[in-house]
């Protein structure tokens, strides 16, 4: 009996060609896309959840009250683990996390930048990076041990074994040797921890001036709780060890008028599950990326796969008017409802397997290109996740059963009597359709809008002025292979020849992200006048102002008629309302005892992204603080010509290190990837929805015109003109299109103004999108519908009333 319901099914879907491919094609389309989308989703929800011990790792950071309001900081000084460890018995491991003095290593006759970590031996117990060979128990046992990963381990080694081996990192101009004593798996791409060698944390640059130092913060700091001890428990047995070793900065933070928590606290110690570091702002570490992401990643595939539904249930309802009497012929002859229902079910799932099959050929084919698009580091692997696999079964069969199923229970709930005759209650038929696809173009409305304020938002931070000149600037990371005010002299003295380049200059931090991928920031707090006050730190060296075209306001700049010029710094506009100077040039800072007096002031730049406020700075020339990247002004005509330029200039100085320039335009535009990725998803998600919606809303329009095939030629007999035949028909259908924009309005707001406010500069939404976002709508499902309609109209009216 199922081997019959299966060949009629088919035949059905033969006959009905038109039909089966639009429904088989918009399903396919919404498979593919929602798979892709989910895959994302799913990477970044999945970011840390491989450790073992995740449910008892956390990170640590720092919750302060200052006069102007609370901050936040996961860095930490370099006495606070160890002193942390001796007094809680709560803590079973705790590592420090932070940077080497330096990433150049080498091996034999091999230099290379790596990515050197310094971590305690803790390290290794509390994080799921297993060890694949050489010591498992004690790999950073003694202080010259070191731990590589598989892939380091190929870099430098090749075939060698590694285990015993000597490298070599490079400190100033020294090098120390260190031991290779396990090699552990490559960390998997969904890893916030990143590292290519592990050596112990005395390694630390500075270690042994800050070992004893509260008051820097340079580092991360991760602990794993015994499995008995709660998250909130271990938080409120902080404050008496911030009170311990923290008083001085508790005495100035009330001196300068801050204003204890609600719990009492100018300052708590708190925690970071391990597994939230990644959507968190409060860690350095984790990406900052927001979980509002990845759940718009989900709701969008779930609109585009729910519009294809839609689709096909309005077809199947649709299709029932024309298959009347085949329904009412199989009740008479005896049919039971449940064998109706397998009949029109059977027909689904033979639909939604077919969709399924050609959605996963598309998602394997476009993956490539999904991947480049969207900046996404997916693989082919990851459809083999058991997760992954029964999320699409699941979702198959969800979508079989909500496609498939309603329309078949709907049509085996027809009177008998009233399909014999081929007459069908259109009534409650007609309201489903008509809701369904309300619903639908609410859907394809919201991506509408909500694509266009994103843009308008992209736009903005692409647009707004920053303080400074970003065009025809080159950011060039220097490394680690030499000497970095070494490879900065030599630039210079190399690039004077150029008639191409209009300055040179250096500094420790770039603006926006770079080709070497690197965001780095130096802020600091010291006291003014009995004052508590807190800037960020620039190194930059001479003609930075004329560099980066920033406009200076009062003083002067640095100038190496005065020297080395290091006894000044220049400040921005907020850093000198912070001092709250009359005259901010009469002002001296006191830095680690020396005495920094004021040179001039600057305008104010945007030295960080666009999503938090400007900030104060503090800009000084210091050749013991390296610098870590040059930047070169270049003529505007023949831009590839001038990097082609720097490129050749940089081989000659420093043939060892890679060339990783670039333009700081694009460095910012690289700053804004995930808003950009957003905006991608969300244009790609409405034509798609647009796109899955129209092919619906095609298919419907021909088979209401079928149904009303007499009423057309009636009507063009007694002189109705082609204009009013096609508003005819499709005025009903734009209406309720008009309702979904209604609806989708309220919503779009709500939604994207609460995405707007995790930019501190934004844009106002205005009335207008929501109206051109509604004349859109309008205008497609218009155009869609008077491709029938007019065909419709056009035709020759004695064929319609001949018809039956």
């Known amino acids: 009996m199922f081997s019959n319901y299966i060949k009629i099914a088919w035949r059905n879907l033969w006959k009905h060609k038109v039909f089966a491919v639009i429904v088989i094609f918009g399903m396919a389309i919404a498979f593919a896309a929602s798979l892709l989308l989910s895959l994302t989703a799913y990477h970044e929800l999945s970011y840390d959840q491989f450790h073992e011990h995740k449910k008892n790792l956390y990170q640590l950071y720092f919750h302060e009250q200052h006069a102007k309001g609370d901050e936040t900081s996961s860095t930490m000084p370099v006495p606070l683990a160890p002193a942390l460890k001796a007094e809680y018995p709560a803590i079973k491991y705790i590592s420090r996390y932070g940077s080497s003095a330096t990433d150049m290593v080498r091996y034999n006759n091999k230099e290379m930048d790596l990515s050197v970590r310094t971590v305690d031996p803790d390290f290794l117990r509390m994080f799921t990076f297993p060890i694949t060979a050489g010591n498992a128990n004690t790999p950073l046992g003694k202080l010259n041990d070191m731990v590589i990963t598989a892939h380091c381990a190929q870099v430098l080694f090749d075939k060698e074994d590694p285990i015993g081996k000597t490298i070599e990192l490079k400190s100033g101009n020294t090098w120390s040797a260190f031991t290779v004593t396990a090699v552990t798996s490559d960390f998997p791409n969904n890893s916030s921890l990143t590292f290519d060698i592990l050596t112990r944390f005395e390694h630390f640059h500075d270690y042994q001036e800050l070992k004893d130092v509260w008051d820097s913060d340079n580092h991360e700091v991760f602990i794993q709780l015994k499995d008995d001890v709660k998250q909130a428990t271990f938080e409120k047995q902080t404050p008496s060890f911030i009170h311990k070793y923290y008083t001085d900065k508790l005495t100035n933070l009330k001196r300068d008028g801050a ?26 570490t984790g990406a900052g990326a927001s979980r509002f992401y990845a759940y718009m990643l989900l ?29 009412g012929i199989r009740k008479v002859m005896g049919a039971r409802r449940w064998q109706l229902i397998t009949q029109f079910w059977g027909e689904a799932l033979i639909v939604s397997l077919f969709a399924l099959i050609t959605g996963l050929a598309i998602a394997y084919l476009l993956l490539p290109y999904y991947k480049q698009v969207f900046y996404q580091a997916l693989s082919v692997d990851m459809l083999r996740s058991p997760l992954i696999i029964a999320y699409i ?42 809701t369904l696809m309300v619903v639908q173009f609410v859907l394809s409305s919201l991506l509408i809008i909500c694509t266009m304020i994103v843009w308008q938002q992209i736009n903005y931070l692409r647009t707004k002025p920053l303080g400074y000149n970003k065009q025809q600037v080159i950011s060039l990371p220097i490394g680690g292979t030499m000497d970095s005010e070494r490879a900065l002299s030599l630039m210079r003295d190399r690039l004077a020849r150029e008639s191409r380049v209009v300055s040179v200059t250096g500094t420790d931090m770039n603006i926006g992200r770079g080709r070497d991928g690197s965001s780095t920031t130096s802020m600091m707090g010291f006291d003014y006048k009995n004052k508590g006050v807190r800037t960020h730190w620039l190194r930059i060296d001479y003609d930075y102002l004329k560099t980066m075209d920033i406009k200076l306001l009062s003083g002067r700049d640095f100038s190496r008629s005065y020297g080395m010029d290091t006894a000044g710094v220049l400040i921005n506009e907020t850093m000198a309302k912070q001092l709250d100077e009359k005259d901010p040039l009469t002002a001296t800072l006191n830095l680690d005892g020396s005495q920094l007096k004021v040179l001039g ?45 720097i490129k050749n200039a940089w081989k000659e100085v420093n043939p060892k290190a890679p060339f990783l320039g670039s333009f700081l335009d694009e460095n910012t535009d690289r700053t804004y990837n995930k808003e950009t990725r957003l905006s991608k998803i969300f244009m790609s998600g409405a034509v798609l929805a647009i796109l899955i919606s129209c092919m619906g809303l095609f298919a419907i329009a021909l088979l209401v015109i079928l149904q009303r095939t007499k009423e057309i030629g009636i009507r063009k007999v007694l002189g109705a003109s082609v204009p009013h035949l096609v508003g005819l028909v499709s005025k009903d259908f734009l209406v309720l299109v008009l309702a979904a924009i209604v609806i989708a309005t309220p919503i779009a707001w709500y939604a994207m103004n609460s995405w707007l406010q995790s930019f501190y500069y934004r844009i106002n939404i205005s009335w207008w999108v929501f109206a051109l976002a509604g004349v859109i709508a309008l205008l497609i499902a218009f155009i869609t519908l ?5 065909k419709a109209a056009m035709k020759n009216p004695v064929n319609a009333l001949r018809s039956e």
């Open 601 to 645: 002031v600057v305008k104010d730049f945007h030295f960080k992204s666009l999503h938090r406020e400007l900030a104060p700075l503090t800009m000084m020339v210091r050749p013991n603080w390296p610098v870590s990247y040059i930047f070169v002004r270049v003529q505007p005509d023949n831009l590839p010509a001038s990097i082609e330029v």
């Open 393 to 434: 079964l699941g979702g198959f069969l969800l979508v079989t059963l909500f496609a498939g199923g309603y329309p078949a229970w709907m049509v085996s709930a027809f009177n008998t009597i009233m399909t014999v005759k081929g007459k069908l209650p259109v009534g409650k038929s007609n309201r489903v359709r008509n």
């Open 259 to 284: 204003q204890p928590d609600k719990t009492g606290e100018l300052v708590r110690l708190q925690t970071i599950p391990f597994t939230d570091i990644h959507f968190r702002t409060e860690s350095n």
């Open 786 to 790: 008077s491709l029938q309609s007019v």
């Open 299 to 327: 709701i969008i595939s779930g609109f585009i796969l729910f519009i294809a539904c839609v689709n096909f249930v309005n077809l199947s309802l649709a299709r029932s008017f024309t298959r009347s009497k085949e329904i």
